[in-house]
């Protein structure tokens, strides 16, 4: 006997694609019971991303970095401005290492001399079709060859913040750091036990 797919029927609308990419997704899925349902979902996202933190074994310092997410401040959530990693969304053609080595220098003005990936993540699989590259990569103070504060090209304005690691575990527990990409690599590299 044959096994019907749990997905049929798949259809979709783009709905807007302004800044990212929204489409209304319609499918028959089949449940365990046997019961077929024409179900309707939104999918949002652009291209996927990158996130890095860099650490300091010999400091037990890290590179983080505070900005404005128009999310969080339509949310209510601390005026908007996030602490948190690295990262960015990949361009056309580039790959997610190139992407990870073009943004840290952008933004915390680090050039990385050695990227260790971490994993590849959703971040909101139930809404968002990015996926999340994460990395951690060893900095020094001989690294720092630009300012930073990302391209005003790109609207960005970006706070470098040198955290002691041990500050920056105490802020995930005060929820001044509440992004997951940073929550995941802090907690990767204190499992690690990559600074001591």
């Known amino acids: 006997m044959e096994i019907k797919s749990k997905v049929n029927n798949v259809t979709s609308k783009v709905i807007s694609n302004f800044w990212a990419k929204l489409t209304q997704v319609s499918f028959d899925f089949t449940f365990k019971n046997g019961k077929t349902e024409r179900l309707t979902h939104e999918v949002y996202g652009k291209n996927d991303g990158v996130?890095?933190?860099?650490?300091?074994?010999?400091?037990?310092?890290?590179?983080?970095?505070?900005?404005?997410r128009i999310?969080?401040?339509?949310?209510?959530?601390?005026?908007?401005f996030s602490i948190e990693v690295c990262g960015g969304a990949i361009?056309?053609?580039?790959?997610?290492?190139?992407t990870v080595i073009r943004e840290t220098k952008e933004e915390v003005g680090y050039t990385i001399k050695e990227l260790k990936k971490v994993s590849t993540i959703f971040l909101s699989p139930g809404l968002m079709n990015e996926q999340v590259h994460l990395y951690i990569?060893?900095?020094?103070?001989e690294y720092k060859i630009?300012?930073?504060g990302g391209l005003a090209s790109e609207s960005e304005e970006i706070t470098v913040l040198e955290t002691p690691f041990k500050d920056a575990l105490k802020m995930i527990e005060t929820a001044e750091i509440i992004d997951a990409r940073?929550?995941?690599l802090l907690q990767y590299v204190q499992i690690h036990q990559l600074i001591k």
Request: proline share 6%.
């Open 51 to 68: 996130a890095v933190l860099l650490y300091n074994p010999s400091t037990k310092n890290v590179i983080l970095s505070k900005q404005f």
């Open 71 to 80: 999310p969080m401040y339509v949310a209510g959530v601390k005026n908007g």
């Open 91 to 98: 361009d056309a053609n580039e790959s997610p290492e190139t």
């Open 137 to 141: 990569a060893e900095y020094k103070d």
């Open 146 to 148: 630009a300012k930073g």
């Open 182 to 184: 940073t929550i995941l």
